[in-house]
T-cell receptor, first 113, second 113 residues
C-alpha cells in the first residue's frame, strides 16, 4: 500500500522558473491538501481539494496553482518561483467524512536560488 | 481564527526521562485534536488523537488528554528512548471546518543516552 507519494524529493530551481510538485494517493481519499513547512512556523495550508474538480485556497495560496482532475492526483504548480518559496512541501490526504486522520507524503524539499 | 500554541524547543532529555510537551489551542466549537510526529527526513505520521473533551489518546507509550476547560492537549511519555527523537506537532481540526488542519510550530525532541 503506497499511501501518499510525492515527487520529487528534492529540487533546486532558479528564480522565475516553473515546476510542478506531484502528489498521488491510492486510498480513494476525497480530501487532499498541500502544506509548506518553514522553520518556526509549523505547517501552513496552501491549497486543498474536497474532490475531483473542486479546489480552494488555504492560508498561503499566492504563487501556487492547483488542479484536481482525478481523485488520485493533486499536483501543485509554481508558475514563477521566488526565493520566498524555498520550503519543504507536504501533500496530505484523508476521507472527507468522519473524524479520520490525514496521511502525509514524505515531502519535497525545494530551494529557489 | 483557530490557532495552536506549542512550547518552544528544542527539548533535550536523557533516556528514560519523563516528557511533557505543552499544547494549547484556540478554536470555536469542539475541535478534534492531534499529535503528529516527524522523524528526520520523513513526513508526518499521526501519533495520537482525541475527538471530544476528556478523551485520552495514546500510542507507543505517549498519552494526551483533551482538556476543554484549559483548552489544552499536552503530550506526555513516562520514559523516553533515543528512538523518540523527532519533531512533534500539535494540531486541531475544527468541527465544520472541513478537513483543514491547523498546526502548532512543532517541538524538536532530542533524547540522549
Amino acid at each position: 500500500n503506497a499511501g501518499v507519494t510525492q515527487t520529487p524529493k528534492f529540487q533546486v530551481l532558479k528564480t522565475g522558473q516553473s515546476m510542478t510538485l506531484q502528489c498521488a494517493q491510492d486510498m480513494n481519499h476525497e480530501y487532499m491538501s498541500w502544506y509548506r513547512q518553514d522553520p518556526g512556523m509549523g505547517l501552513r495550508l496552501i491549497h486543498y481539494s474536497v474532490g475531483a474538480g473542486i479546489t480552494d485556497q488555504g492560508e498561503v495560496p499566492n504563487g501556487y496553482n492547483v488542479s484536481r482532475s482525478t481523485t488520485e492526483d493533486f499536483p501543485l504548480r509554481l508558475l514563477s518561483a521566488a526565493p520566498s518559496q524555498t520550503s519543504v512541501y507536504f501533500c496530505a490526504s484523508s476521507y472527507s467524512k468522519g473524524r479520520t486522520e490525514a496521511f502525509f507524503g514524505q515531502g519535497t524539499r525545494l530551494t529557489v536560488v | 481564527g483557530d490557532s495552536v500554541t506549542q512550547m518552544e524547543g528544542p527539548v533535550t532529555l536523557s533516556e528514560e526521562a519523563f516528557l511533557t510537551i505543552n499544547c494549547t489551542y484556540t478554536a470555536t466549537g469542539y475541535p478534534s485534536l492531534f499529535w503528529y510526529v516527524q522523524y528526520p527526513g520523513e513526513g508526518l505520521q499521526l501519533l495520537l488523537k482525541a475527538t471530544k473533551a476528556d478523551d485520552k489518546g495514546s500510542n507507543k507509550g505517549f498519552e494526551a488528554t483533551y482538556r476543554k476547560e484549559t483548552t489544552s492537549f499536552h503530550l506526555e511519555k513516562g520514559s523516553v528512548q533515543v528512538s523518540d527523537s523527532a519533531v512533534y506537532f500539535c494540531a486541531l481540526r475544527r468541527t465544520g471546518g472541513g478537513n483543514k488542519l491547523t498546526f502548532g510550530t512543532g517541538t524538536q525532541l532530542k533524547v540522549e543516552l
